[in-house]
């Protein structure tokens, strides 16, 4: 099952894309006030809108020992070019590299957020698999650390036994699943270009995914890094999205209210 704190995965979103564009949205932080859409465009001009390149650091990342890969032995053919070296048999990333496309993914998902997508953790990793349930809760968001049934994405309508809308990104703590192969969800976001962030390990292909970040996804204090790093980013682009949709409101009430004086002082005369 998918968990969140707005509920069921299928109820808490729309039939389509279209019929989304024309709704209007709801946030978790005003849960019950229906909001109009706000225009955001003017974000994308700008290199770093929400600061999130001053979160992560190489030093930062050493620390959580997001340089390990696996075994030299089994590195995939796609991430030799985020490799900085090996050492005793064991590949070790350039986390210059790895700081870079970190920083990168996490301003797409603070631009997710500033436009109320929804985004979905998809991770197979039981001993952090409340970590990540955990953090999507506290992201207001989605998460599935269970065993992926087939067709979550691509035949959503009857897995989930109503009509849903899809994520609007899927982050990927690991892209591994249980059975150390490539997670599912992987192809089947693919399959429907749903844009797809992922913690890419040595031992893994990075083809199919948007934004692949290389670094460790087994040791506990990487993914903890990971989920406190996208946590922060969602929440500042949401944060800045209340405040527009604020400052948006108040617009409207100006105008109302001198629509108003407008009317009375027609009436008057």
């Known amino acids: 099952m998918i968990h969140s704190v707005r509920g069921c995965f299928a109820s808490a979103v729309e039939t389509s894309t279209a019929a989304a564009n024309e709704e209007t949205s709801s946030f978790a932080d005003t849960e019950g006030t229906v909001l109009q859409d706000i225009e955001v465009d003017d974000t994308l001009n700008h290199k770093d809108f929400f600061g999130v390149r001053k979160l992560c650091t190489p030093q930062l990342l050493f620390e959580h020992k997001v340089h390990y890969g696996h075994k030299a032995t089994a590195l995939d053919p796609g991430m030799k070019q985020f490799v900085y070296g090996i050492r005793s048999n064991q590949v070790i990333f350039d986390l210059d590299i790895s700081n870079y496309h970190m920083q990168e993914a996490l301003n797409i998902a603070a631009h997710i957020a500033l436009r109320d ?7 197979r990793l039981p001993h952090c698999a409340n970590l990540i349930e955990s953090t999507a809760k506290e992201c207001g968001e989605f998460a599935h650390t269970r065993t992926w049934r087939m067709g979550t994405l691509t035949d959503i309508k009857s897995v989930q036994k109503m009509e849903c809308r899809t994520p609007d990104l899927v982050i990927f703590p690991s892209t591994q ?6 997670h599912p969800a992987v192809h ?3 399959k429907l270009n749903i844009p797809t962030i992922a913690i890419v390990d040595s031992n893994c292909c990075p083809d199919m995914i948007t934004y692949p970040v290389p670094g460790n996804d087994d040791t506990p204090s990487a993914i903890q890094l990971y989920c406190d790093l996208f946590k922060e980013a969602i929440a500042r682009g949401k944060k800045e999205r209340v405040k527009r949709v604020a400052l948006l409101e108040q617009e409207i009430a100006t105008e ?14």
Do not use: D, M, P, T
Request: aromatic share 10%; charged share 30%.
């Open 177 to 182: 699943s249980e059975f150390g192969k490539e």
């Open 188 to 190: 089947e976001a693919a």
């Open 256 to 269: 109302e209210q001198q629509r108003q004086s407008k009317l009375s002082w027609k009436v008057v005369k």
């Open 117 to 123: 997508g929804i985004i979905l953790f998809v991770a």
